[in-house]
């Protein structure tokens, strides 16, 4: 006989209403007055499937996310298939209601909240186990339409998903209904996807000792599966400067565990599109920070040589990889209060991946002093096969001489080998007061939460791909879809600030000195619209010189906030986004392809000071114009943005 730790009826929680019954539950969670979003676990059949509904007051019931299967198959058995009781105990919180309901040898929590649902298994297992398969179904019909990002790959008509994992995870979105999703290729997530009005965004959290989550559509529906990587057998040094581990032969189950734990979150996120861009869910479903003190994590910003290919000019002084480069570049950043100076590709000895070999014309020791004494830290880029090898060594050698943090790279797996080494990574460089820039990395999972220090990921067609691709290609666009997707999963290393500044039609590639599509202010908006604690600025010191106020006021443009707030926006469109810091509110608007004019939603009278940053009246004709104006004592204000363009407003109190 089942035992429910509930009545068997609607039970009114602080924080929403329960409904259980002996083979289903559904956790509610309140919008408003009249909208409900709610998850429901039903296992009438014996196996068990999840949906997630929205219930508004006079209008019934709508389907989200159809019932879809999830379970896990084990060497100890299949979790979800072959039920036959369980038991419920409820979670009342303030953040979501919750349940747990137990079958035995495992669980399921379900969670809802204020922005989206999301489901988890929790294994009661003794003992060593491993999980064969993983089954995460997101059902939907075949005709909605969605934004996926596919896995860097050329499919043929013998496609193997298998081949398919070992990816940068950098794409940009297609959008394409559910059935002509091309079923042969693998993708990633986040994706969302248009179902009822709504936009739904699939995101999974706490990846931890567990591969991350693809998505493919096998049967050309509109059932999205989930695919995930077996575990790594003979991985072998090599690809590119020998900086990356090549998987030669895996596994034929995806993870190996022990005793009892958490698997990762699979969820959703509803709403609209500024619902998406607004949503934390992602950090809200990982694991509380595991760091007793996080006062010596410092973000900021970062003057960065490698995407402007140490592109000073008008100096003395050879520019390259040597000290007197650095020298250069600690001091412009000195001089503006920019945090960080990276020393990226370069600075070790090339081919040997090993990070206690470097190259004569680098002192590292040297630069730390220099640097320290104009209050910049130094941050050193790394590959992972060479950081990996001795990640406590390396920490605790670059710390002691004073090195603040990593950039490591070419990641470029999500399995779980990979997102083991991603969280040693993380606590072993917390135990040396180091950071970490994640690049060449999958999308962050929370990571972020439980270790402070894991401050940026990359996870994103960022602007690195504009030194090399072609005018066919529509960064605009994708500048104006990654808020409401990529973004909805965390801070991301796009590395912006272009000076060279030009629309797609005249844009054109060029390795050593790169530009943007785009104005300048579309440019200067990504600081405030996008979520990046550690934030580059990736053009040459010498080009930033020219312009000492556009850069001082870049510079000082903060890169964490006290509150954020999405006003309006459209996914591939535009957005306009307002966050505040202690003293000032910054209100941002990055723009694609047609031109708009915007309304801000505020009383500029309760400003003292308001500095504005927009396309100038001659941008269509040279992007990197821009102007600047100071004014006060207004009571509204519409700013326009040329296509590619954009603004940022800085408002004292």
């Known amino acids: 006989m089942r035992r429910v730790y509930a009545i068997f009826a609607l039970l009114l929680l602080s924080v929403g209403i329960v409904y259980c019954n002996d083979t289903r539950v559904c956790v509610k969670r309140y919008l ?19 949906s997630a509904l929205r219930s508004i007051e006079n209008f019934g019931s709508q389907e989200i996310v159809a019932p879809s299967r999830l379970a896990m198959t084990t060497d100890k058995g299949v979790w979800g298939e072959g039920i036959v009781s369980a038991d419920v105990e409820l979670i009342d919180n303030d953040d979501y209601s919750g349940a747990i309901v137990d079958f035995g040898d495992y669980c399921v929590e379900l969670r809802a909240y204020n922005d989206g649902v999301a489901y988890r298994f929790i294994s009661e297992t003794e003992g060593d186990y491993i999980v064969i398969d993983e089954l995460a179904e997101f059902v939907f019909d075949e005709e909605n339409m969605a934004w996926v990002p596919y896995v860097n790959f050329k499919p043929d008509a013998t496609s193997d998903y298998s081949t398919q994992f070992y990816t940068s995870f950098e794409n940009t979105y297609d959008y394409v209904s559910l059935k002509d999703i091309d079923w042969r290729r693998l993708m990633f997530t986040p994706a969302v996807v248009e179902s009822n009005e709504l936009k739904v965004c699939i995101v999974e959290s706490n990846v931890e000792d567990y591969p991350g989550m693809f998505l493919s559509n096998r049967n050309q529906d509109g059932t999205l599966d989930t695919e995930f990587a077996t575990v790594p057998d003979v991985v072998e040094q090599g690809d590119y400067n020998m900086l990356q581990g090549v998987v030669k032969s895996r596994k034929p189950y995806i993870a190996e565990c022990s ?134 060594g390396l920490c605790k050698h670059y710390s002691e001489l004073g090195v603040k943090g990593w950039k490591v790279d070419f990641l470029d797996r999500d399995d779980q080998q990979m997102v083991r080494f991603v969280y040693d990574l993380a606590e072993i460089a917390a135990k040396y007061h180091m950071l970490v820039d994640y690049h060449g990395v999958y999308k962050p999972t929370g990571l972020q939460r439980t270790y402070p220090n894991a401050i940026n990921f990359e996870g994103v067609h960022g602007l690195e791909t504009m030194k090399w691709l072609g005018r066919e290609h529509d960064q605009i666009t994708y500048d104006v879809t990654i808020p409401f997707i990529r973004a909805v999963a965390g801070p991301m290393d796009y590395t912006p600030g272009a000076m060279r500044n030009a629309p797609r039609d005249t844009y054109t590639p060029d390795y050593s000195r790169p530009m943007s599509q785009g104005t300048r202010c579309h440019q200067l908006a990504m600081y405030v619209v996008y979520d990046q604690p550690l934030a580059m600025l990736c053009d040459s010191p010498t080009a930033y010189e ?63 000071a308001v500095e504005i940053y927009k396309d100038s009246n001659d941008a269509k004709s040279n992007y990197t114009h821009l102007t600047i104006k100071r004014q006060g004592g207004m009571k509204s204000l519409k700013v326009p943005m040329d296509a590619g363009g954009g603004f940022v407003i800085k408002l004292k109190r």
């Open 546 to 608: 020219q312009e000492p106020e556009y850069t001082q006021f870049l510079a000082e443009i903060p890169t964490v906030w006290n509150k954020t707030e999405v006003y309006e926006g459209e996914i591939g469109e535009y957005i306009v986004v307002a966050k505040e810091c202690e003293d000032a509110m910054y209100i941002a608007g990055l723009n694609g392809n047609v031109a708009r004019k915007v309304a801000i939603p505020i009383d500029f009278t309760e400003y003292s």
């Open 259 to 392: 005793g009892k734990r958490t698997f990762p979150w699979r969820g959703v996120v509803i709403g609209n599109d500024t619902d998406l861009a607004n949503s934390n869910l992602v950090w809200k479903l990982a694991d509380e920070c595991r760091l007793e003190d996080t006062s010596w994590i410092k973000p900021g910003k970062v003057a960065w040589e490698w995407w402007n290919d140490w592109g000073l000019e008008g100096v003395d002084f050879t520019p390259g990889i040597n000290n007197e480069t650095y020298k250069y570049y600690i001091d412009f950043a000195s001089r503006y209060g920019i945090e960080y100076v990276i020393l990226d590709e370069g600075w070790s000895v090339k081919g040997e991946a090993d990070l206690m070999k470097v190259v004569p014309e680098i002192d590292i020791k040297e630069l730390v002093d220099y640097a320290a004494e104009r209050n910049v830290g130094i941050i050193l880029w790394a590959g992972y096969w060479a950081l990996q090898r001795d990640i406590e």
């Open 32 to 50: 408003n007055q009249f909208e409900v979003y709610s998850i429901a676990l039903d296992w009438s059949d014996g196996t068990l499937r999840w």
